[in-house]
T-cell receptor, first 116, second 110 residues
């Protein structure tokens, strides 16, 4: 497993502004993931971030709204741009460890975002 | 579309009883299966992973996998109030992303 930290842990933002969430891992990982979890809902994958390449976005998520950086093997950022109240959610980063068919995924503590 | 289904609950069991959580999945190519526990306001925590048919035990937790029936379950023996949480089932195929179920809320009554 790994120790994963996220900053900030929570924030309250005004609509129209942007927030950048940082995710730091204590070991090198190839793949990092960003999820959104709205109140009472399960996890929705936003994008997969590999070091040295463009992030891969899931259906319904676009780079202009959720730009992602992955400058090295231990760090990634997710920006929520031009926020609206509908973006209020918990944002989680995660990492995968394993090989072959045997992978496990571990989550950071999350960032609770409220947009007013 | 790959789907993972769980009863949303809440599932209420008395303290000391066995809690049984169930999950079905649609993709026959799924190879890896996971149970996560999520306390309110916290992030998901991996508690069990299972890769082959049969049972896997870890302390009070037993994961059961039946690939033919596309079914995976989690049994919690001697349930404690501290087990009260939402339990997420997840599956993964080779080269695929994880797919998470909607979660089952478990309430263990003292």
């Amino acid at each position: 497993s790994a120790v994963i930290s996220q900053k900030p842990s929570r924030d309250i933002c005004q609509r129209g502004t942007s927030l950048t969430i940082q995710c730091q891992v204590d070991s090198q990982v190839t793949m990092m993931f960003w999820y959104r979890q709205q109140p009472g809902q399960s996890l929705t994958l936003i994008a997969t971030a590999n070091q040295g390449s463009e992030a891969t976005y899931e259906s319904g998520f676009v780079i202009d709204k959720f730009p992602i950086s992955r400058p090295n093997l231990t760090f990634s950022t997710l920006t929520v741009s031009n926020m609206s109240p509908e973006d209020s959610s918990i944002y989680l980063c995660s990492v995968e460890f394993g090989q072959g068919a045997f992978y496990e995924q571990y989550f950071g503590p999350g960032t609770r975002l409220t947009v007013t | 579309q790959k789907e993972v289904e769980q009863n949303s609950g809440p599932l209420s069991v008395p303290e000391g009883a066995i809690a049984s959580l169930n999950c079905t999945y649609s993709d026959r190519g799924s190879q890896s299966f996971f149970w996560y526990r999520q306390y309110s306001g916290k992030s998901p925590e991996l508690i069990m992973s299972i890769y082959s048919n049969g049972d896997k035990e870890d302390g009070r937790f037993t994961a059961q996998l039946n690939k033919a029936s596309q079914y995976v379950s989690l049994l919690i023996r001697d349930s404690q109030p501290s087990d009260s949480a939402t339990y997420l089932c997840a599956v993964k195929g080779d080269g695929q992303n994880f797919v998470f179920g909607p979660g089952t809320r478990l309430s263990v009554l003292p």
